[in-house]
């Protein structure tokens, strides 16, 4: 997985910003068991592992949102 490869689909960018919080998430919460991390040296290629694992997780979220707001009338999506 690259950079290119998400920017290519209009699912994998519209999951990126999902993604990258769950990378930083999962990155950030064992930095006092793996202290080497603090630097962020090798964050980039942790990010497209994790986007590589959760990309279909979080695809499927997107869609059954979009599908939602595609059910709502008029008046609803206006709120």
Same mark, same amino acid.
């Given at each position: 997985m690259?950079?290119?490869? $998400? =920017?290519?689909? %209009? $699912?994998? %960018? =519209? $999951?990126?910003p999902m993604v990258l919080e769950e990378a930083c998430r999962q990155w950030c919460v064992f930095l006092d068991d793996v202290p080497e991390r603090a630097d962020g040296e090798g964050f980039a290629e942790f990010f497209y592992e994790i986007f590589e694992q959760k990309e279909l997780e979080y695809a499927k979220q997107v869609y059954e949102m979009e599908a939602q707001e595609a059910v709502k009338t008029p008046k609803e999506k206006s709120r």
């Open positions: 690259t950079f290119e490869d $998400i =920017k290519a689909s %209009e $699912i994998r %960018e =519209k $999951i990126f």
